[in-house]
């Protein structure tokens, strides 16, 4: 039997692991072409818990999938699926794209590497107690999703969606807690897990256990049970932690999940492939009575085993100066009644402040702090681990079963919710505006006129209908704007300080971050998911600029001086068409533009399939019709192709040209011919949204 750490380490290091193999459950796991080796402890002769499968000779991977090491050595060789490479003498690893020397993320993004893909986040911010740092938020393209929702695929288009309205019905009886292992157990790591998941049990909506479960249990060996405790509806989407329960322990395999409280007492599970066999995700067949729960009920347990539909009691604090502060007081049986101070501490406190939308909890008072209350003592030895969602759901003797006076009246003083105001963030072509409200009130109001930018001798501003609007243009180092640049798009950073009111010699002020999302190329969207993590006010304003504007002309002579007006125009068959591309940009030293398709249509739509390449992946298509003249160079593209029959027909002829913008000072205005499969570093096809396009309609003398 292998140890509980020895376990725990051979895990989390990697899913695939060098030629020692993968430790798994049972034989059963291994591969055909794997030898099954028990892990023994010294003086040990035999063990049915653990065992390593390893791949046999002229085979190579993690010994639950091995791979002929002859073909799949080949460079094109399919072995591999997206987001893994192949290595020798481990098959199929996974590609840490967080590693790669350009981030696939976007400042201030960082780069959180998965198992065959990655993770944008935001970087949490310390300062905000009353945020549940498990909280998540995602992004699709350059959208910035609401707190609780999702990326989600809906009818063939990714859309930021409620996961609790989006979800596939897992409804399988091997799942529940009370269902004994028998005959080939289940292994969840062969499943193609697919967005979000909502447990049944014989049509009955229920919930993953929260405490662990004995092994063999749930149609598998190692049952998958949730660590962590399930959210509250105004947490959003949290990051949980599941855990499987094997001989050594409750958790030898640990690893996360996001998981999301709905409005109807239950909850949707974003599910992932666990990291081996035999894991399975468990279904708690005694959350069954949640589904029955009423609104205004929640569903509570005291052991997490016996589950129960409970009203919500409402609290109020009375005798504070202000709404964060006071006495506790509980409704209750249609009477509003006090806490007894027995057993009240800091945890209890912090149920009491969440649950009344406070910050932190300050103090947990006692002794009738606040003064005695009046009417019946609901609570007392009220015992809270301190992650409740309200107090009744803590530990106590019952409802009025006490031995307290009013003079034991239990308060709290919670941190006040701070009213940081959101500013309004302008991404322009040629300023990036940020403006707050000029009068803001508050505890610690702010001056919003004491502003500057990181550069403090950038503290202009111009007041507009009650909002001051502090300017900056839209160039790098300019007043200490940041300049990041990635192969699709372009960020501009600075931050707003702003300082309390009041003759204050000294004082810090208030940050506001900001940056602006450009696109540099004009055909592809972000191709990743950005599971910032906190909310807007808390890790800055982000905003998306639109794409560069650009113009595209027809000239009478290769000199490309005198354009044609815009309107019809006719042309003879044969002749040649000299095309220029114009982008107008701010920073015209740094940029450059590079043409990356430009193509015909007999129609005005350049998303028509029936299309004639004329530039393709930066190459000409036939380059005794096509020439490139200028491309890399400037913000001026230039080309000549020869006018000739498209598809057989003397139809109007529209041109389409798509562009990238490169940055001069790095090597990627290069004009060389690309085989674009994708932009992205793990090699993924993209979706594409509509390239900015200049449309030149084309007539011939014989009405072609």
């Known amino acids: 039997m292998i140890s509980e750490m020895l376990l725990r380490l051979l895990v989390i290091t990697a899913i695939i692991t060098d030629a020692s193999g993968l430790v798994v459950t049972h034989c059963d796991a291994c591969h055909d072409r794997a030898t099954c080796t028990p892990l023994l402890k010294a003086g040990q002769t035999d063990s049915l818990h653990s065992v390593n499968c390893t791949c046999k000779d002229g085979f190579s991977g993690n010994g639950m999938n091995c791979y002929n090491t002859t073909s799949c050595s080949a460079p094109t060789s399919p072995c591999c699926s997206h987001g893994y490479r192949w290595a020798t003498g481990q098959g199929c690893v996974d590609v840490d794209e967080c590693a790669a020397p350009q981030s696939p993320c976007v400042a201030p993004l960082f780069c959180v590497n998965t198992p065959g893909s990655f993770n944008c986040l935001l970087p949490p911010v310390n300062n905000n107690p009353s945020s549940n740092p498990r909280s998540v938020q995602f992004s699709c393209g350059n959208t910035v999703c609401n707190l609780g929702q999702d990326c989600i695929t809906i009818n063939g288009v990714p859309r930021c969606a409620d996961p609790c309205q989006h979800y596939t019905a897992l409804d399988e009886p091997w799942r529940a807690i009370n269902f004994r292992t028998k005959g080939t157990p289940h292994c969840d790591m062969n499943v193609n897990w697919q967005g979000w998941y909502r447990l049944f049990l014989d049509g009955a909506s229920v919930q993953m256990p929260e405490r662990c479960v004995s092994p063999w249990m749930c149609g598998t060996h190692a049952p998958l049970w949730l660590k962590s405790p399930h959210p509250v509806r105004s947490d959003g989407i949290v990051q949980g932690n599941v855990c499987g329960s094997w001989v050594t322990g409750c958790c030898n395999f640990e690893f996360p999940i996001h998981v999301k409280a ?124 301190g992650n409740e969602s309200y107090i009744t759901q803590c530990k106590h003797n019952g409802f009025e079963k006490h031995n307290c006076g009013h003079y034991e009246d239990a308060g709290v003083t919670c941190e006040e919710p701070q009213t940081i105001p959101v500013p309004t963030l ?51 180092a300019v007043c200490g704007n940041v300049l990041r640049i ?77 354009a044609y007006p815009p309107g019809a125009i006719t042309l003879p068959v044969g002749a040649a068409l000299h095309v220029g591309v114009t982008v107008k940009e701010v920073e015209a030293e740094r940029f450059a533009v590079i043409l990356d398709d430009c193509y015909a249509t007999h129609n005005a739509n350049p998303d028509d399939p029936e299309r004639h390449y004329l530039i393709q992946n930066r190459c000409p298509s036939d380059r005794r019709q096509v020439t490139i003249v200028q491309t890399g160079v400037s913000l001026e593209a230039r080309f000549t192709a020869l006018l000739f029959l498209y598809q057989e ?36 096809q993209v979706l594409t949204m509509g390239p900015i396009t200049c449309l030149i309609v084309i007539f011939s003398s014989t009405r072609f």
């Open 262 to 385: 709905c409005s109807a007492n239950y909850y949707v599970y974003k599910f992932v492939k666990p990291p081996l066999c035999f894991l399975a995700y468990a279904a708690d067949v005694n959350t069954k009575v949640c589904s029955t729960c009423k609104t205004g009920e929640s569903c509570v347990s005291e052991d997490k085993i016996n589950w129960m539909c409970v009203a919500t009691d409402p609290v109020r604090l009375v005798g504070g100066d202000n709404k964060c502060s006071g006495r506790v007081e509980l409704y209750h049986s249609g009477r509003w009644g006090t806490v007894c101070d027995d057993d009240w501490n800091i945890k209890a406190a912090e149920v009491v402040c969440r649950q009344m939308g406070c910050g932190k909890a300050v103090a947990a008072r006692v002794n009738g702090y606040f003064g005695p209350g009046s009417g019946p003592i609901w609570l007392d030895n009220t015992r809270c681990i």
């Open 426 to 476: 302008v991404c322009g072509n040629s300023l990036i505006e940020v403006g707050l409200p000029k009068v803001l009130k508050g505890s610690n109001p702010l001056n919003t006129t004491s502003g500057h930018l990181a550069d403090p001798r950038c503290a202009g501003y111009v007041e507009n209908d009650g909002t001051v609007w502090y300017q900056v243009d839209r160039r790098g």
């Open 486 to 562: 990635n192969s699709t798009h372009a960020v501009y950073s600075n931050t707003l300080f702003i300082y309390p009111s009041g003759n204050i010699l000294f004082s810090l002020p208030t940050a506001f971050p900001f940056s602006c999302v450009y696109p540099l190329d004009s055909e592809i969207s972000m191709d990743i998911a950005i599971r910032p993590y906190l909310a807007m006010q808390e890790m800055g304003l982000v905003g998306v600029g639109t794409g560069a504007q650009a113009s595209m002309s027809l000239y009478h002579s290769d000199s490309f001086t005198q």
């Open 649 to 684: 027909k003397y139809d109007d002829i529209f041109l389409h040209c798509s562009f990238t913008l490169c940055d001069r000072r790095t090597n990627s205005c290069s004009g060389t011919c690309l085989t674009r499969t994708s932009r992205s570093i793990s090699g993924k």
